[in-house]
């Protein structure tokens, strides 16, 4: 089976692909000061919920936006696996042309994202991945890379309201009743939920105006699903979208080396 687990500066996502299929998903707190020794009980611990022992493991992938954690997670996997992960990084095959003014500004999720889109969805391609930052991707019908967008994340913005004001308090993220909020939590949660929703649609329009075409709009991220039932403008919610992105570079870097 094929490990492929995405680093992100909040979260870290796992998946456990058997072939093409998805066999099991976990999501747990990307916490920067993890050991080797922490990392390596963790897999165990994940792998056994499920009922799986390390031994199912023969491959492994990951992309990460946080570097320290890269070395960790490498040599973890290397102990583990008794394999070298793939890395997706500088000289890794990716089927993507990045055409950015400085490509290596592009983030390993972002790339990633973008051939599980292309390969998915064919067709121009607008990912909006909902994370730590809410970024916009756009990748063309033949597979260019063309830039994007970066906003604040939900949650971020949330705690940001939360740590620097006096008053304000720390609200849920849910749909309120109406835009007109009656009271603090129900005015946060409207700017917060119907805020998001005009940035999403006024950037989407924007890059499609620039784009000169339709493209299909893709949403992955913890928050995609509350997002997406506030629009139309969100053609399909992909959770697993970086995990099949991972699965993907593996496999065109392993049909490669043969």
Not at 102 to 121: C, F, M
Request: net charge neutral.
């Amino acid at each position: 089976m094929l490990l492929c687990i995405d680093i992100g500066n909040t979260e870290t996502t796992w998946g456990l692909f058997d072939g093409d299929s998805l066999k099991a998903r976990w999501s747990t707190a990307t916490v920067i000061n993890r050991t080797v020794d922490d990392c390596r009980m963790m897999l165990d611990n994940l792998l056994g919920e499920r009922g799986f022992t390390v031994g199912v493991l023969k491959e492994a992938a990951f992309c990460s936006v946080v570097p320290p954690l890269t070395a960790i997670y490498e040599e973890m996997l290397e102990q583990k696996i008794k394999v070298k992960p793939l890395v997706v990084g500088a000289g890794i095959k990716t089927g993507i042309r990045i055409r950015m003014d400085n490509p290596r500004e592009v983030g390993a999720d972002r790339i990633v994202d973008a051939l599980a889109a292309h390969t998915l969805y064919k067709g121009p391609v607008i990912i909006v991945d909902m994370g730590t930052a809410t970024t916009f991707d756009t990748v063309s019908a033949s597979g260019d890379y063309l830039g994007g967008a970066i906003a604040p994340g939900l949650r971020t913005s949330v705690e940001s309201l939360y740590s620097q004001t006096a008053v304000l308090p720390r609200i849920e993220l849910v749909r309120p009743e109406k835009a007109i909020g009656t009271n603090t939590v129900n005015a946060m949660q409207s700017g917060m939920i119907f805020g998001y929703v005009g940035l999403i649609e006024g950037l989407v329009a924007r890059i499609k105006k620039e784009l000169g075409q339709e493209a299909a709009v893709i949403a992955t991220g913890g928050l995609a699903n509350v997002i997406a039932r506030e629009t139309d403008m969100i053609d399909s919610v992909n959770p697993d979208l970086t995990l099949f992105g991972l699965k993907f570079v593996h496999r065109l870097n392993k049909e490669t080396r043969r």
